[in-house]
């Protein structure tokens, strides 16, 4: 089958799962990206200044163009799309630049569980039609190890450090490390400055430095002089976060692991709350692995993640969702969405 | 020597000082020091070097697109540009002057904040509270980026800087700045203050020369010591 027959008939299967074409602009506006996304992003970004000086930007990836696109739209989009059609980023292989993305979002997903399944579902319904045999699908949850920190004992900001630096395996394992060998506050310096602690709590609190009230400066440092630190219970937690990150196993004995997993580590029973939305993905009448390890090289997930690859292990397809990303795209509040996208590149060969 | 050999020399500051008494201390004597208006000078004797001043940043442009073999500049500079600009350079020789440190200063009143780590949590708390991104002002957007997010900072945006960094966080302009210095003097007369681990790069004046012309310019390159 030719990659455009590929793609005719998975939109075939798009369009009957409900879903209804959605078509992003191509040029954003760079500010609003980089405001959002961080400067970390411009490196893939393919910019341009316009006539009035404006930095814009072609799309670089069609799920946040969709989301953007949706912001825009207000109510009057529909929340079930699908979207079909190239994304551009600067890469130093030239094949690279244009990237075609088939793929399709829920937002403003209301029942988490049945949209999960329902994006998974139509993935792989899709993928049968295009007569790809033998499949495996790989599944995690990233919202796990956030419910897995939340019951350890650790300062809070070790906490919120490292849920926000679960995406970046290579760092997250310097963090631990710190973790493990207590080097994070050095006695000798915060004894140098709490000297100015005392004098900075006599002026005027509300008086800014570099955009920040000198109260905000003051209890944050009070904070972070007051952190418990048991070089004991870290290298407790560490170890607790490295088996976690070592769980590998099918689907359906999901709830066995972990709780082998939380016996071993004498953790309270209810640390998993909610497993109700891989559970329900045992559905799939598919060969499915879960791992801990997992949906980790991508920041705006937040919940369920999966990767489908065909009998040689290529990846084909992979999907997530990712309830923080239209917040941090401007929307006024929380918005829930899900989605996926198909690997037309590895489906050909 | 037969062929001519072009030189690139910084035209101000201590790099330029620094420079000539390189070539000095080799025997070589320059018949203009680049002080007047004058931006072009020989070596005594050695009528086949020609030597042009230029700003220093512009040494290693020129070096790169082939109107210099050889220049002297900062390795801040090099670090700072382009990949494809650093391909064509070599770095012949790391000189005893002209050293400095590229690094992250921040307000000295920022107590709480002593290394990048202390950054990168105040970078998350600015965007949660304010809904913008701390902004970090610079003449070098390439080492910062790099430096910071290698460092797990991500949640900042850049101001381009051309020079007076240091007053940057004071007039509402950024937050906090990287920026080149020597001895740390002009960072504390601004009120700011280095972070423990903020160093971004070591840098020092280095002999740099075009990596294609390489087989033309050993025998010369390798006489100066």
Known sequence: ?349 | MKSLITIGLPSKGRLREGAIQFFEKNNFKLTSNGGDRNYFAKFENYPNIKIIYLHAKEIIQRISDDTLDIGISGLDLLNESAANLKQKIEVKKKLDFGSANVVVAIPNDWIDVQTVADLEEVSFDFRDKKNTRLRVATKYPNLTNNFLVSKGVTQYKLVTSLGATETYPFIGSSEIITDITSTGKTLKDNNLRILKDGLILKSQACLFYSKKKAAKLQPFLNSLK
């Not at chain 1, 970004?45 to 912001?71: N, Q």
């Not at chain 1, 999907?319 to 198909?342: C, E, M, P, T």
């Open chain 1, 1 to 349: 089958m030719k990659s455009k027959n590929y793609s005719e008939n998975i939109i075939k299967v798009f369009k009957k799962d409900g879903f209804v074409l959605s078509e992003p602009d191509v040029l954003l506006d760079s500010d609003y990206i980089i405001e959002r996304s961080g400067e970390n992003f411009r490196k893939i970004m393919l910019t341009f200044e316009d006539d009035t000086g404006k930095s814009m930007c072609l799309r670089p990836d069609l799920t946040v163009a969709s989301c953007i696109k949706y912001l825009k739209d207000n109510s009057k989009a529909n929340s079930k799309i699908y979207y079909s059609g190239q994304a551009y980023r600067r890469s130093k292989s030239l094949k690279k630049v244009v990237n075609y993305q088939l793929g399709l979002e829920i937002f403003g997903s209301k029942n988490k569980s049945l949209d999960d399944l329902k994006v998974l579902k139509t993935i792989t319904n899709s993928i049968n039609k295009i007569k790809i045999k033998n499949i495996s699908i790989k599944v995690g949850d990233v919202s796990l190890f956030k419910q897995l920190i939340d019951s350890l004992k650790i300062p809070e900001r070790w906490r919120m450090r490292l849920k926000r630096h679960f995406w970046r395996p290579k760092y997250f394992e310097d963090l631990l490390k710190r973790l493990e060998t207590n080097s994070d506050v050095d006695p000798a310096t915060v004894e140098l400055d709490k000297k100015k602690f005392f004098e900075m709590k006599n002026i005027d609190q509300n008086k800014e430095v570099a955009s920040r009230k000198v109260s905000e400066i003051i209890s944050r440092f009070d904070r972070k002089i007051k952190d418990p630190r048991s070089f004991k219970e870290n290298k407790k937690t560490v170890k607790i976060i490295k088996d976690f990150l070592k769980i590998n196993c099918p689907l359906d004995k999901l709830e066995k692991t972990l709780n082998n997993f939380i016996n071993n580590n004498k953790l309270s029973k209810s640390v998993f709350n909610d497993l109700s939305s891989l559970k329900n993905l045992s559905r799939l009448n598919s060969k499915i692995i879960f791992s801990t390890n997992f949906g980790r090289d991508i920041e705006y997930y937040s919940g369920v993640v999966f990767e489908i690859y065909n009998s040689s292990k290529k990846e084909i397809a992979r999907g997530g969702r990712y309830d923080g990303l239209l917040k941090s795209l401007g929307a006024g509040k929380n918005i829930s969405a899900v989605g996926a996208a198909i690997n037309l590149n590895n489906l050909k060969t």
